[in-house]
């Protein structure tokens, strides 16, 4: 079973960056379609990117998509998420998941989550 630890969230201005980071352990990493969700208090979790194992397809939510920009290391275990160009609307909690059905949006597998607060 995959294990799942984010890192980087903090607090940052609208139209500032951060880079989120999420080291995987256990399963085969490398194989898996590995992703990011968020939850916005009161609303419910919902997808925001997915980078599959080969040949790295990357897929968006509308949202976010020409902002955010998902990348992997698999020699290092790491999905990274780069964000640009952020808005308060941004602001939510921010999930790494593992094995990501991209078609269905969802996933089985959750890291902790880390807090990402966009300030206007």
């Known amino acids: 079973q995959v294990h799942l630890v984010e890192s980087g969230g903090g607090l940052v201005q609208a139209g500032g960056s951060l880079r989120l980071s999420c080291v995987a352990s256990?399963?085969?990493?490398?194989?898996?379609?590995m992703g990011w969700f968020r939850q916005a208090p009161g609303k419910e979790r919902e997808f925001v990117a997915a980078?599959?194992?080969?040949?790295?397809?990357?897929f968006y939510a509308d949202s976010v998509k020409g902002r955010f920009t998902i990348s992997r290391d698999n020699a290092r275990n790491t999905v990274y998420l780069v964000m640009n160009s952020l808005k308060p609307e941004d602001t939510a909690v921010y999930y790494c998941?593992?094995?990501?059905?991209?078609?269905?949006?969802?996933?089985?597998?959750w890291g902790q989550g880390t807090q990402v607060t966009v300030s206007s």
């Open positions: 980078i599959n194992w080969s040949p790295f397809s990357t």
């Open positions: 256990g399963g085969s990493f490398s194989r898996k379609t």
């Open positions: 998941a593992g094995d990501v059905d991209v078609r269905n949006r969802k996933s089985d597998y």
